[in-house]
């Protein structure tokens, strides 16, 4: 196993609090934002209810989960209570729908992993995905949600990780890097594991939340208001907390042998999962265990290439944040 390497922070990181701070400021979409979002859901709403009037239209993803930057785009998901609905014929019909009222680049995406249809509203400016179905999604958009209501220091960490992501082009799924959920699961890990802890593991407390999706489980304590207080023993702020992530990725994750998993606040072994050698594309080589949909690992689309890079993104931002004397310049830098 690997040792942890113990690397003591730099001596100046207090002093580079605020210009991350005003980072992170810069980086919350503004509430106009928010309103037109609204806009766009009521919309999809109407027109989707004319034609299927039982179902519902719920946003997820990070326009939901309170971790989204300003111009994101927005996921909105159909729910039905039919189950025998072909997905494909639905979404075709939707793409017709929509098309049919001035909605731009509309595109049925059936053969995805999770078909969707795309759209850009040319009043708001701002472009969709809907899915059908995908109540689990919904789901963990709460759990993330919910987890960001404990400390703001989590959100404040997820934003710059996410910011430095898209910058360093490791933000790309298709290109064998992670995705934004990815990021922010591995961020409530490391404030799950810092001593004193900043998060819980709501998963772990006694269920004030429950529902039953496509047979899993899911339930969490989530009266999350009576946990303000949790994270306040710990003091660390913002720029050593940054420090620490890209330190813990670079130097003190064990690669080889262990998963991190928020569902038990704890980092489990490849072995337990049994994730210890490539299934089809399945090649586990960062191990990110979904909170509710277990058997799903978020690193799957990592490969030997993309790895390297991922390695190598965090080892330079650790660097970065070690020793370089303008760090909130270079950390961004375009790749
Ligand atoms: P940005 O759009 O980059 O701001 O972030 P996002 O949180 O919206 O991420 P993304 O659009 O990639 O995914 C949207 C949502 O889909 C996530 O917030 C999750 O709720 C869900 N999701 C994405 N990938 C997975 C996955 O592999 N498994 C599961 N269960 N849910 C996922
Ligand atoms: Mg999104």
Redesign the pocket.
């Known amino acids: 196993r690997m040792s942890r390497r113990l690397i003591e922070c730099r001596r100046d990181i207090d002093r580079l609090n605020a210009p991350f701070l005003a980072i992170y400021e810069s980086l919350i979409p503004a509430e106009e934002e928010k309103a037109k979002q609204k806009q766009l859901l009521t919309l999809l709403e109407k027109l989707v209810c004319k034609e299927w009037p039982t179902a519902r239209v719920y946003l ?4 939901a ?1 309170s ?3 300003s111009k ?2 927005i ?1 909105v998901c159909l729910a039905l209570d039919d189950q025998d609905i072909n997905k494909s014929e639905m979404l075709l019909k939707l793409a017709d729908i929509l098309q049919s009222d001035n909605l731009q680049n509309v595109q049925a995406l059936t053969r995805a992993r ?1 078909p969707i249809v795309k759209l850009m509203d040319p009043v708001t400016g701002i472009s969709c ?1 809907i899915c059908i179905n ?1 109540v ?3 789901v ?2 709460k759990l ?1 949600r919910d987890y960001a209501e404990v400390d703001i220091r989590l959100r404040q960490l997820a934003f710059l990780v ?1 910011h430095w992501a ?1 910058c360093r082009g490791v ?1 790309e ?1 298709y290109q064998g890097t992670l ?4 990021y ?1 699961l591995m961020c409530i890990h490391f404030l799950q594991q810092r001593n004193p802890p900043i998060l819980p593991c709501l998963q772990g407390m006694k269920p004030t939340y429950a529902v039953t999706v496509d047979d899993v489980k899911c339930a969490y304590f989530d009266q999350v208001d009576k946990l303000r207080d949790f994270g306040s023993r710990n003091k660390e702020n913002i720029a050593h907390l940054l420090w620490g992530f890209f330190n813990y990725w670079a130097y003190c994750h064990d690669y080889a042998n262990s998963v991190i998993s928020i569902r038990t606040g704890s980092v489990l072994s490849k072995q337990e999962k049994d994730w210890t050698r490539r299934i089809g594309n399945d090649r586990h080589l960062i191990c990110i265990e ?1 909170p ?2 277990t058997s ?1 690992d ?1 690193g799957r689309v990592v490969d030997k290439h993309s790895i390297r890079v991922l390695r190598e993104e965090f080892e330079r931002a650790a660097e970065i944040l070690q020793r370089d004397p303008n760090p909130c310049g270079s950390l961004f830098d375009q790749y």
């Not at 997820?60 to 326009?63: E, N, R, W």
């Not at 995705?179 to 990815?182: F, I, L, N």
């Open positions: 997820y993803g990070s326009c989960n971790f989204g930057v994101s785009d996921d999770v995905d995908n689990l999604a919904v963990n958009t993330l996410k898209k933000n799924t995705s934004s959920y990815a922010v979904d509710f949909e799903h978020l």
